[in-house]
């Protein structure tokens, strides 16, 4: 029967395709039957090809899921009745760079953003990253924060990051990307967030997940837990990590993916997800996330006397004034302006900003260049 229909497939080939344009793909698809390499979509009546022949499936397999990251994802377990194909390494890899920053002053849950100054220092850091970077950036955080994040950019920044379908005033966020191919030009990709559940969530699947799989009188619910969690998580990444160029067939460019203080397990899942992959640790703390923190940092509701001081040099068009006259005008008393003094941030500003001090006592004053107001 085989060798039948492949001699009726050779014959076909030989017809003047041009006059019957759909049988081709006819062609196509009864050889890729022959070979294994292809299934129908029921929702519609795709055809769906393969790279090559699937291995030999069950014979009571009724349903094919294609889902990239189910060697990870915690749901899978419970599935017994399920049989795991082996995957395909992965393309590209040699291409992709990780960039994982681990100064924990770099946190960046949804708590950690929503303190003083967090988004705002994180979107001055990543203006000036994003501008560096060749190529768009695929930046992705959580939704409440999307409209705010996009208009605290730069504005060269934002020419180079897609805005979320549909949402012009909001860069792309967690739960709206999946099986989205409306990124796969960017080359870089920055993650602003981690797209975690609540914990009543977490607890109530993993209780679901250790009964089915007998684990709930083996182990500790709290450890499944936190297993689940890790294992959720690090498959929610990866979907967006492949939001970009690199789930092309081809890529022929290098792809950066910029990681904040990711969990510990969580990192070591990437790695081994993306094997091949270079991994590069950052351990520094941005100077521009440390300035706007120190400047934004407020104390009972008021600004901080270092902040006070910083807003005012930005502000301050030059020339000279004492000292005296300035503390009076910070309302800075003088124990706190000689503590103020001693800090090396503050002697970073004062340096940043083009400013000497000379004199002594009450004659002490603060001098800068007057600013060009033509230029």
């Not at 690090?234 to 979907?239: F, M, N, T």
């Not at 991994?279 to 407020?298: A, D, F, K, L, N």
């Amino acid at each position: 029967m085989q060798s039948s229909i492949r001699r009726f497939i050779q014959e076909c080939r030989i017809l003047p395709l041009s006059l019957m344009t759909n049988l081709g793909l006819c062609l196509d698809v009864a050889e890729a039957l022959m070979e294994g390499r292809c299934f129908f979509d029921i929702n519609g009546g795709k055809v769906l090809f393969c790279r090559k022949a699937l291995p030999g499936l069950p014979e009571e397999a009724k349903t094919v899921l294609f889902d990239a990251t189910a060697e990870v994802d915690p749901d899978y377990p419970g599935l017994w009745h399920g049989h795991l194909l082996d995957s395909s390494p992965p393309l590209h890899m040699e291409k992709l760079h990780f960039h994982i920053y681990t100064d924990r002053r770099l946190r960046v849950s949804m708590q950690a953003l929503h303190k003083q100054a967090a988004l705002q220092g994180f979107a001055a850091f990543l203006s000036e990253m994003i501008e560096d970077l060749p190529g768009k950036t695929f930046l992705c955080t959580y939704k409440e924060d999307s409209e705010t994040l996009r208009r605290l950019l730069s504005e060269k920044a934002r020419k180079k990051v897609p805005v979320h379908p549909g949402k012009p005033d909001c860069v792309p966020y967690y739960g709206g990307n999946n099986g989205s191919n409306s990124f796969n030009d960017c080359t870089n990709v920055i993650l602003l967030g981690y797209p975690r559940l609540d914990p009543q969530t977490y607890f109530r699947y993993t209780a679901i997940l250790a009964e089915k799989t007998g684990q709930s009188g083996t182990h500790p619910l709290s450890r499944l837990e936190e297993d689940y969690e890790t294992r959720h998580l690090a498959a929610r990444l990866e979907q967006e990590i492949y939001r970009c160029a690199i789930r092309n067939p081809s890529c022929d460019h290098d792809i950066h993916v910029f990681l904040f203080t990711p969990p510990e397990r969580v990192a070591e899942i990437l790695r081994h997800r993306f094997q091949g992959c270079h991994w590069e640790v950052c351990e520094e703390y941005p100077e521009v996330i440390r300035q706007i923190s120190g400047q934004m940092r407020t104390y009972k509701n008021k600004p901080t006397h270092f902040a006070r001081l910083s807003d005012w040099l930005e502000h301050w068009e030059g020339g000279e004034i004492y000292v005296s006259d300035l503390k009076k005008l910070l309302e800075v008393p003088d124990n706190s302006w000689k503590e103020l003094m001693k800090q090396a941030r503050t002697k970073e500003l004062i340096q940043a900003n083009g400013v000497s001090i000379q004199g002594s006592g009450r004659y002490r004053k603060m001098m800068r260049e007057r600013k060009n107001k033509a230029a």
